[in-house]
């Protein structure tokens, strides 16, 4: 399976501080893709980064990716109590197979 | 746009009986995914559409699952007969031609009791 695997599970900060998330998955990937679910709702895409891409950045958010590690980080900066949400990663197949397979999620918690 | 729908959003029923859940994906994507979500196993991938055909169905779980999709506005995901370790999240989520990224439903909320 390439299904990514999150670490940490869980995460509780203070806002203001910065948040890192994990992924790491076990085959060839096209590309990575990071998720948010907020309590009771569909899953939100937030960023993409390739396979030949090393570092993406979004607003507050910075993707990295070392392929040679097959490794992922989701760094949030300067977190608000908005982004308590839970964080998923997901794979592309290789070859583009059309399948999107999701690791199990950080649950983040950002206190005010 | 009204996004992916859902319907219905929660649904309770006994054991044994017949569950469809519906999806309606954004006009002019292309392809569907049904997903279902346990605190146990995570976000599993079901099953997914190109153009209406099913194109990986690894996922189903087992002959009681079972999804079509008629046409590019609507699928179903139906259980027959439905049993309490059904009790999930199940989530549909569509994608453009040519995109990458997906774009899920609210999600039915599924007790079997």
């Known amino acids: 399976s390439q299904q990514g695997e999150e670490d940490p599970q869980a995460l509780s900060i203070q806002e203001g501080e910065n948040a890192t998330m994990n992924c790491s998955y076990k085959t060839s990937i096209n590309n990575l893709q990071w998720y948010r679910q907020n309590s009771g709702r569909g899953l939100v895409h937030l960023i993409l980064i390739r396979s030949n891409e090393r570092e993406k950045h979004s607003g507050r958010l910075r993707v990295t990716l070392d392929t040679s590690k097959k490794s992922s980080s989701l760094l949030i900066t300067a977190s608000r109590a908005a982004d308590t949400a839970s964080y998923f990663c997901a794979t592309g197949g290789s070859g583009n197979t059309g399948k999107l397979i999701f690791g199990q999620g950080t649950t983040l918690q950002v206190k005010p | 746009d009204a996004g992916v729908i859902q319907s219905p959003r929660h649904e309770v029923t006994e054991m044994g009986q017949e569950v469809t859940l519906r999806c309606k994906p954004i006009?002019?994507?292309?392809?569907l995914f049904w997903y279902r979500q346990t605190m146990m196993r995570g976000l599993e991938l079901l099953i997914y559409?190109?153009?209406?055909?099913?194109?990986?169905d690894s996922g189903m779980p087992e002959d009681r699952f079972s999804a079509k999709m008629p046409n590019a506005s609507f699928s179903t995901l139906k259980i027959q007969p439905s049993e309490p370790r059904d009790s999930a999240v199940y989530f549909c989520?569509?994608?453009?031609?040519?995109?990458?990224?997906?774009?899920f439903g609210s999600g039915t909320q599924l007790s079997v009791l």
């Open positions: 006009s002019g994507h292309n392809s």
């Open positions: 989520a569509s994608r453009g031609t040519g995109d990458e990224k997906l774009f």
């Open positions: 559409f190109n153009n209406n055909v099913p194109i990986d």
